[in-house]
């Protein structure tokens, strides 16, 4: 059927086998959401005019000498058309760009060429990519280009702290946000020196697979912790958290058992003592000791026996023999002698109880602020799989002499292990415990920031990335980072366009919906 068509003037004005041009790409350019098509097509068009006059353009020239170096570093692999409009566009610009690129246009090469010219024009480059893998991979598969071009280069993914303070002496640096922001924090707020005289006012980011970063993890924070001794104590509590939660419902309302409150009453029990409310009105056995009983509830409180949820503030028995017959006398002047004997020998019991968590004292305080969150995310070890969100492994990397295994997190978005991070909150103790491995002690975070406050701390922006997200989404990233958003065309015509997806519940719907799109097409041929 298409032998039928190809050779006519319309398919090959649609579906051209040529290589696109610069006048014809400057033509195909398209702003995301561009107000005046007129402003774009001239802006477009003065780029094109640019790259056609190489010999008087500084940036051109620069250009036209990366791309000598590739025909000879390459085997004669030079820069498409496509490629040139999209430097020329970054450079030119004059706010921050971020560019839609599609899969297969070199998007590797584009991004050295931007960083060696904003080199030139800034006293550093970052280049931001999605995983610490790819940075080390194009970071070492692009250095013959840079040193070409005189251009210093180097990655930050060393764990060696001297490693990656020589690393930012380069003119250029590839690396995932993280590791940027995890130095940022240490040599600003530690006092590491790691940068440098590196600042970001004077530097230029170029960050790759701009919509992962800046839309999929665009709320991510960084967050710097820092161990605090006395946190190894808090292990006996989340071993409880796992017991209570792993251990099956036999009867009795399920969801009630595994709702927060009720674990989280449990172990503030088992922690402090309690003497509740209707504790003191089921031990009240006479109409008269009923009606006193919010007056012993208050006087409890008030004498600092209690809390106001019925907590115990004594922490020994010692501590209520000293008070026990000053307590005792006050309460025969509440209500009944017989009422106020049976308060006192259950709040002896309740002292001398039988627990089952042991921690000091001082971290009660801190333990009851957290325990809600301990316990969600004890429930969330519970159906959290693993090498799926993390893995258990001993450490391959031959950094940790430690040979027992640990839990590693899994990056949901790039599958890499992220060696160096914990969860907070208590998940990674519960994971660890849930596994058999060494439980790390808590660490308190100190200093963070977010992706989004990172990079407006650069003076330039450009980005690169296959897609930029539905158009709601794009909005987002020209009013966080005042960007203007284009869409570069391919190289050459593409002869597979993709329809809109349908969605099918089962297989038969699903067959139903191809036999429906096959006749919708043969209907058309027929008709053409």
Known sequence: MIQKFENSEAYQKVISEKVRNVDVIANLIKGVHDSDLLTRKQASQRIANIIKNPGKSKVMRLLEKFDNCMKVLRKGISLRDTQKMAIMYAIESNSNLLSQVNTGEGKSYIVAAIAIIRASQFQSVDIITSSPVLAQRDSAEMKDLYEAMSINIDHNCHEDVEKRKQAYKANVVYGEIGRFQRDYLLHHFYRKNILGDRSRENSCVIVDEVDNMLLDNGNNMLYLSHSVPGMEMLEPLFVHLERMIFIPTCKGNKEKTFATETIEASVLSDLLGRLSMDDIELMANTSEAKTKCFAVWTHLIHEQIIDSEGYLLLEKDSDFEVIRLQISSALKNLTTEIHAKKIITCLKAIVNRRREIFVPRYLIPFIRRHLSDYIENAKRALFMKSNEA???????????????????????????????????????????????????????????????????????????????????????????????????????????????????????????????????QLEILKMD
Not at 413 to 427: F, K
Not at 481 to 493: E, G, H, S, W
Not at 504 to 510: H, I, L, N
């Open 390 to 520: 993390y893995v258990v492994d001993v450490d391959h990397t031959q950094q940790d002499s430690d040979i027992t295994p640990k839990v590693t997190i899994i990056d949901q978005n790039t599958g890499v292990d992220l060696a160096t991070s914990q969860w907070s909150e208590g998940l990674h103790q519960c994971v660890q415990i849930k596994h058999g491995c060494r439980v790390n002690p808590i660490s308190m975070k100190a200093v963070f920031v977010s992706n989004v406050n990172y990079l407006k701390g650069y003076s330039r922006i450009n980005g690169l990335s296959g897609t930029l997200g539905s158009h709601e989404e794009s909005r987002t990233l020209v009013d966080l980072y005042q960007a203007d958003l284009i869409k570069v065309p391919t190289f050459r015509a593409k002869r597979l366009y993709e329809h809109v997806p349908v969605i099918a519940k089962d297989e038969g719907e699903w067959l139903d919906a191809i036999f429906e799109e096959v006749a919708d």
